[in-house]
């Protein structure tokens, strides 16, 4: 909490008002008619709120100093005033070998949908040395949005459109997806997805692939997810037995769940800063 906080009256507290709990004053669309068989992920998609951290880690065995942690994701999922659409903030902060760093932030709006496909969007990348100065050269925005089968995306307040007959997701947006997927019957429909809510991939599909486990080390079993398409190497997604996203894997690039990812982050930053400093 922040130090100038201070609850002085705990029967002041905000979780003593009763209004919290009339549950018959409670919005409409929390409940469903008696008798409505959904499943969890219904609500999830919903009303589901919630803060994930990514240790993004390389690992490339024929070098030394191969195995790396290269970068941190967050994602908050903010649900939106009904039930048809929530926000997806993103932050993620990537180090690059010569230890410029790269921080991204970005807001999208998204339908509850299995794809979590894109209403609209906007982000900001900047770049920092290894010392903190700014590399201002290297920022760029842009913004974005979907509609009757049109993106339009903009780059320097200039719109650009182009076609897009299947749904159109992100990368990001299937990390919160894949919780959401049934694990049974058909998969999604085929989609194309925008790389860091810029770069286009078309002709993608991702499917279920059953529990795997891992022999030895205690490990739970973990159900398995796979994406491929265009443009992209073949994506694995593996969640745990409550459908939490723990490992996303792509070639040698691994989002493995980890609430102090930014502390790995910084361990790298410093290691590069006295690499730079004895010259």
């Not at 919290?20 to 969890?40: I, S």
């Not at 040395?129 to 995306?153: C, F």
């Not at 990001?172 to 770069?199: C, N």
């Amino acid at each position: 909490d922040p130090p100038s906080f201070l609850l002085k009256n705990e029967t002041k507290s905000p979780f003593s008002d009763p209004v919290l709990y009339d549950y018959k004053h409670y919005p409409a669309e929390m409940y469903l008619p008696p008798g409505t068989e959904v499943p969890n992920r219904k609500a999830l998609a919903n009303w589901g709120a919630w803060v994930n951290a990514y240790r993004i880690f390389t690992c490339h065995g024929y070098l030394e100093d191969g195995n790396q942690n290269v970068g941190e994701l967050r994602l908050e999922r903010v649900p939106g005033a009904g039930a048809d659409g929530f926000r997806l903030k993103i932050r993620c902060r990537i180090v690059n070998s010569e230890g410029a760093v790269q921080f991204l932030d970005a807001e999208a709006s998204c339908r509850t949908d299995e794809l979590t496909t894109l209403a609209s969007w906007r982000f900001t990348s900047r770049f920092e040395d290894v010392h903190g100065k700014p590399l201002p050269d290297l920022n760029t925005a842009g913004s974005g949005s979907v509609a009757a089968g049109v993106i339009v995306t903009r780059a320097d307040g200039e719109p650009r459109k182009r076609k897009a007959p299947r749904p159109v997701t992100s990368d990001w947006g299937l990390f919160e997806a894949v919780g959401r997927l049934t694990h049974e019957g058909p998969p999604p429909p085929q989609f194309d997805l925008l790389e860091g809510l810029s770069l286009p991939r078309t002709g993608h599909r991702i499917f279920y692939r059953g529990v795997y486990r891992a022999k030895g080390n205690g490990l739970a079993p973990m159900h398995w997810f796979q994406q491929i398409g265009h443009g992209l190497l073949p994506y694995d997604y593996w969640l745990d037995g409550r459908r939490r996203l723990q490992v996303a894997v792509m070639h040698s690039r691994a989002w493995v769940l980890d609430d102090r990812a930014g502390e790995a982050v910084d361990a790298r930053l410093r290691q590069i800063r006295r690499r730079k400093d004895r010259g």
